[in-house]
């Protein structure tokens, strides 16, 4: 029986990418680990690994082929007794031309849904695949399993014979696994009378309302642009949140930031505003842990770590890279990590976790001269923080009238896991710290 390699989702948010290069040709041996592939994603290019061992019988889809869906048929290895043919070609146009007619379906990159198990897509795994637990039962039957469920099964001390496989081709899947342990349901039931979903809104063309063809210059959506169409518009329209905004005064932390940087010379260490905004934050959440939650169905998830999310502008979009656990890291660890991140996050050269997960974002517009916004929700974070550029700006200091240095900020938040009451905590904490440098490291 033949092995079909999928395309992997290589992020929750991966709909589709670009099979960029192949690293094997029809004929070679692969072993379970073994770089077979390069994708590009809207977010970066990774390297993919093989699931199962076996011999290449064909390379369905050609490197640089664009738009290539998640879980379409890319390769097939051949199966254990199956004498494999190595004169397929490498594309299903390429079969559609050798037979004369149409290529199997399941050899013309089907258009199914992106998996919610990452591991469902062959290819997406780690490399201590190799030393994953056998795929033969005590029977010596042959059970389709990801090298996780396997692992997860032989610790659980559960038959994966017996367990339903949900994955591609009945592939037993950690979702399975964590099912017959009794810990998650494998698939949400259909609830029966459930209103139907609504049918999406038209958008007319720019013909249909009132502009003329030819008086514009049309630019094709991207993976990266359909992504954060998609996910910005589901933000927006499903999460009832609200904005809080607050006028900071920084002549401190600009003073402060100025003896840091003095320190910090000989080791070529430069701390800018966004890095002492980074660690103030993740102060304040530590002395507000109501505001470094998320919202699930299940209740209200309070995060141990303050994992925060930096916006970087790119093109074609943005990227949010992640600062982990940014309350345990001095300012010198933060600017080095934060400029490594915006570097690579340019060059599209990040790893899926270091830009999945987080627990609070950040988005950092003054440098760009912009005195106020309000940003969208990156879920499933329950709040993102909006910074405006500082400028000198007349204030009231003991009733007379003065000139400060004033950073104008604003927090959305998910009113499901943060009210008023919790935003506000939050920012008057962030002030404090923001107003007081000192206070960050006491």
Not at 101 to 116: D, L, M, Q, V, Y
Not at 215 to 244: C, E, N, Q, W
Not at 295 to 306: M, R, S
Request: charged letters at 25%; glycine letters at 8%; one cysteine or more.
């Amino acid at each position: 029986m033949s092995i079909d390699i999928l395309m992997p989702a290589l992020s929750p948010t991966m709909e589709e990418g670009t099979l960029a290069k192949w690293h094997v040709k029809a004929g070679d041996t692969v072993k379970a680990g073994d770089v077979i592939a390069e994708i590009e994603t809207d977010k970066a290019t990774m390297e993919v690994e093989a699931v199962d061992e076996g011999m290449v019988e064909a390379l369905l889809v050609d490197a640089g082929t664009e738009n290539v869906k998640v879980n379409a048929v890319i390769a097939r290895l051949a199966g254990e007794g199956d004498s494999a043919s190595f004169d397929t070609p490498a594309s299903p146009a390429a079969q559609d031309d050798k037979k004369g007619g149409p290529a199997p379906a399941a050899k013309a990159a089907p258009e199914t849904p992106p998996s919610s198990h990452p591991e469902q897509a062959q290819g997406a795994v780690s490399k201590d695949a190799t030393t994953a637990p056998p795929k033969f039962n005590d029977a010596g039957e042959r059970v389709f399993a990801s090298p996780l469920a396997r692992r997860l099964a032989q610790a659980a001390g559960l038959d994966l014979k017996a367990i339903a496989g949900s994955g591609p081709h009945g592939r037993v899947i950690k979702a399975d696994v964590d099912a017959a342990r009794g810990k998650a349901p494998a698939s949400a039931p259909t609830q029966s009378g459930a209103a139907p979903a609504a049918a999406p809104r038209q958008v007319q063309s720019l013909e249909q309302q009132g502009i003329p063809a030819g008086s514009y210059d049309l630019i094709p959506l991207d993976g990266m642009r359909k992504t954060i169409a998609r996910r910005m518009t589901d933000s927006f329209r499903d999460v009832p949140h609200f904005p809080l905004t607050v006028d900071l005064e920084i002549d401190g932390l600009l003073a402060a930031r100025a003896k840091i940087n003095a320190m910090l010379e000989k080791d070529g260490v430069k701390v800018s505003v966004n890095d002492l905004v980074i660690k103030a934050v993740a102060v304040a959440l530590k002395r507000v842990p109501e505001a470094n939650s998320s919202y699930t169905p299940e209740g209200i998830a309070l995060h141990h770590h303050a994992d925060i999310a930096m916006a970087v502008a790119i093109d074609g979009g943005l990227i949010t890279p992640i600062i982990r656990a940014a309350e345990t890291k001095g300012l010198a660890q933060i600017a080095v990590e934060a400029k490594d991140l915006a570097a690579r996050a340019r060059d599209k050269k990040l790893k899926p976790e270091e830009f999945q997960g987080g627990t609070f974002s950040i988005s950092n517009m003054g440098m760009m001269g912009i005195k106020s916004f309000a940003s969208i929700i990156n879920e499933p974070q329950a709040c993102i923080l909006s910074v405006g550029a500082g400028e000198p700006r007349p204030v009231v200091k003991n009733g007379a009238l003065a000139i400060a240095t004033v950073m104008t900020v604003t927090l959305t938040c998910d009113h499901r896991a943060v009210d008023g009451a919790i935003g506000g905590r939050f920012l008057n904490a962030f002030k404090a710290l923001i107003e007081d440098p000192l206070t960050m490291i006491v």
